[in-house]
C-alpha cells in the first residue's frame, strides 16, 4: 500500500521560516563586507600603479630635460669658444649676445619622419637661452686687494650704489662684509659669497640684492668692466670723471664700431678722461648662461657661469638649476 506523505504542522513551517531569514541575511551581510575588502583592495592597487606612473614619469621628464639643458650649455659654450678663434674684442655686435627666443627643440632636429612621428606622440618641448657678458657689470670682488678695502673700488661702489637707489651705507657694508670674509686669520669670519644671493650672508636684503644684480656681479676673481658692454651707469661709476653724457656718447661710438682698445675709447671721451688699464678693457673672459626648457607643464631653468681661458677653453664654473611649473597653454 502507498503511503502518503507526511503534512507538516503549521507551526513546524513557521518555525523553520524565522530560523532560516536569519542565516539569510548574515550571508548577505558577509559578502557585501568580503566586497567592500576588495574593491578597497583593488583601489589602493591601482592607486598605487598610477602613483608610480607618475613618479616614473615626472622623474623621465626631469632627467629629460636636464639632459637637453646641458645641451644648451654645449652649444653656448661652442658659440663662445669660435668667438674666441676670431681673435676679435667682446662686443654686443658679436653672435654670443642674440639671445634665443623661445622655439619649439623639433626645428633644431633634422626633418626625419620617424622623428616627426616620435614628436607628435609625446609633448612639444620648447627651448629658449641667452648669453650676457659678466663684465659687463661691476664686479664686487675688486673692492678687496691685499687684505685692505680699495678706496678707489669703494668710491665706484658708492656711486654704483647711488645710481641704483641704494644709500652709501650699503657699499660699507659690502666692503667690510666682503674684507671679513677674505681674512682667513679670523675665526668669526663670514663665509665668503660665491655669487649674488649670498650677500644675504652679510646682512643684505633680497630687495638691495635685486637692485644691486642689475649692475654689479660676484666674480671668482677681481676683472674689469668691458667698455664695449658695460651700461653707461656702471662705466660713469668706475671710471672717475665720467658722467652719464659722455659715457652715453661712447654707448653710441661702439654701437656703430666696437671699441678694438683703449685708445678708440679715450678718442671718443677726450684726453680729459684717464682710462687705467685692468680697471677697464675691451674683452670679457667671463660669461653668463641662461637657458630655459618647457616641457608639458614643467619648465627647468639652468643657469651657468663660464670662463673663457686661453687655448680656447670654456669651463663652467657655477650652475644653478631651479625647476617650476608653468601655466597651461604658456
Known amino acids: 500500500m502507498k503511503r502518503c506523505p507526511q503534512r507538516q504542522r503549521p507551526g ?20 557585501m563586507v568580503l566586497l567592500s575588502v576588495v574593491a578597497t583592495l583593488a ?19 626631469r632627467a629629460q630635460t636636464a639632459w637637453l639643458l646641458v645641451g644648451a650649455l654645449d652649444w653656448a659654450r661652442l658659440i663662445l669658444r669660435e668667438d674666441a678663434r676670431s681673435g676679435k674684442v667682446t662686443s654686443l655686435n658679436e653672435p654670443w649676445a642674440t ?33 650676457s657678458d659678466a663684465q659687463s657689470r661691476y664686479n664686487l670682488r675688486n673692492l678687496v686687494a691685499e ?27 659690502l666692503a667690510s662684509g666682503l674684507l671679513a670674509s ?17 650677500l644675504t650672508w652679510l646682512g643684505l636684503d633680497a630687495a638691495s640684492i635685486e637692485r644691486l644684480s642689475s649692475v654689479a656681479v660676484l666674480l671668482p676673481a677681481p676683472t674689469p668692466i668691458n667698455l664695449n658692454t658695460a651700461s653707461r651707469e656702471v662705466m ?23 671699441l678694438r682698445n683703449l ?41 651657468s657661469l663660464v670662463q673663457r681661458r686661453s687655448g680656447l677653453q670654456v669651463v663652467a664654473i657655477q650652475r644653478q638649476v631651479q625647476a617650476s611649473l608653468s601655466p597651461a597653454g604658456r
Open 147 to 173: 687684505n685692505q678695502v680699495a678706496p678707489a673700488q669703494l668710491a665706484a661702489l658708492q656711486r654704483l650704489c647711488s645710481s641704483v637707489g641704494l644709500g652709501p651705507d650699503t657699499a660699507d657694508l
Open 12 to 31: 513546524q513551517r513557521h518555525r523553520l521560516g524565522v530560523s532560516a531569514r536569519p542565516a539569510r541575511g548574515a550571508a548577505l551581510l558577509v559578502a
Open 99 to 131: 639671445p634665443l627666443a623661445e622655439a619649439r627643440l623639433s626645428s633644431f632636429l633634422a626633418v626625419d619622419r620617424d622623428n616627426n612621428a616620435d614628436a607628435e606622440a609625446g609633448p612639444e618641448a620648447f627651448l629658449a637661452g641667452a648669453i
Open 236 to 258: 660713469a661709476a668706475v671710471v672717475p670723471g665720467l658722467d652719464l653724457g659722455s659715457a652715453d656718447r661712447l654707448v653710441q661710438a661702439r654701437a656703430r664700431r666696437p
Open 182 to 198: 677674505a681674512r682667513s686669520d679670523s675665526t668669526d669670519a663670514p663665509l665668503a659669497p660665491q655669487q649674488m644671493a649670498d
Open 43 to 61: 583601489a589602493g592597487m591601482v592607486w598605487q600603479q598610477w602613483r608610480a606612473v607618475q613618479v616614473e614619469s615626472a622623474e623621465r621628464s
Open 263 to 303: 685708445a678708440d675709447a679715450t678718442e671718443v671721451l677726450g684726453p680729459g678722461i684717464k682710462l687705467t688699464e685692468g680697471v677697464v678693457d675691451v674683452r670679457s673672459a667671463y660669461f653668463e648662461v641662461r637657458g630655459r626648457l618647457r616641457l608639458a607643464q614643467r619648465v627647468l631653468e639652468l643657469q
